[in-house]
């Protein structure tokens, strides 16, 4: 009967040990979840730069209100210059910018009418083709149909007005 005791022991035993604890499932869960070195140097490194950044902004927004402060005076009195030097600087650029952005357009008219003569079938050069051969057909079609009634007309012009 001892031995019967003991030997259930020993199965109790062997049954606690292989059965997880609630514990030690979440540390077995925690560390295989764990981040590894190189996750870990780029959540620092993440951290680090954040910090930096937000640094910067605070110092930026810190320069920016102290110089407004002192120089917000001195562009008060000197804005009768200012205002219409801007707008002169703002309108000049503009032009400019304007100008090129047409001449872009131009290069790109005129490169896709130099490739389109050359037989090089442009993007949009199937439509163009279309679009001309329906332009050719109602021409073609308006004079039959003027030549089909134009004698018509006249004829009634005639019978209208006889000496005309």
């Given at each position: 009967?001892?031995?019967?005791?003991?030997?259930?022991?020993?199965?109790?035993?062997?049954?606690?040990?292989?059965r997880?604890?609630p514990?030690?499932?979440?540390?077995?869960?925690?560390?295989?979840?764990?981040?590894?070195?190189?996750?870990?140097?780029?959540?620092l490194?993440?951290?680090?730069?954040?910090?930096?950044l937000?640094?910067?902004?605070?110092?930026?927004?810190?320069?920016?209100?102290?110089?407004?402060?002192?120089?917000?005076?001195?562009?008060?009195?000197?804005?009768?210059?200012?205002v219409?030097?801007?707008?002169?600087?703002?309108?000049?650029v503009?032009g400019?910018?304007?100008?090129?952005?047409f001449?872009?357009?131009?290069?790109?008219?005129?490169?896709?009418?130099?490739?389109?003569?050359?037989?090089?079938?442009?993007?949009?050069?199937?439509?163009?083709?279309?679009a001309?051969?329906?332009?050719?057909?109602?021409?073609?079609?308006?004079?039959?149909?003027?030549?089909?009634?134009?004698?018509?007309l006249?004829?009634?012009?005639?019978?209208?007005?006889?000496?005309?």
């Open positions: 009967m001892a031995d019967r005791h003991s030997g259930s022991g020993q199965t109790q035993r062997q049954q606690r040990t292989t997880p604890t514990g030690s499932a979440f540390l077995r869960k925690l560390h295989d979840h764990a981040p590894n070195s190189t996750q870990l140097v780029g959540f490194t993440l951290i680090v730069s954040g910090v930096i937000l640094f910067l902004t605070g110092l930026t927004i810190t320069a920016t209100v102290v110089g407004l402060i002192f120089f917000t005076p001195l562009i008060l009195i000197s804005s009768p210059i200012w219409p030097a801007g707008t002169i600087f703002f309108f000049s503009a400019f910018l304007s100008v090129c952005g001449g872009m357009a131009v290069l790109a008219g005129l490169s896709w009418i130099y490739k389109y003569f050359r037989g090089w079938n442009p993007p949009g050069s199937g439509r163009f083709d279309y001309r051969s329906r332009i050719a057909d109602t021409a073609s079609h308006m004079k039959d149909y003027a030549r089909e009634y134009g004698g018509y006249q004829s009634k012009v005639k019978d209208a007005a006889p000496g005309a």
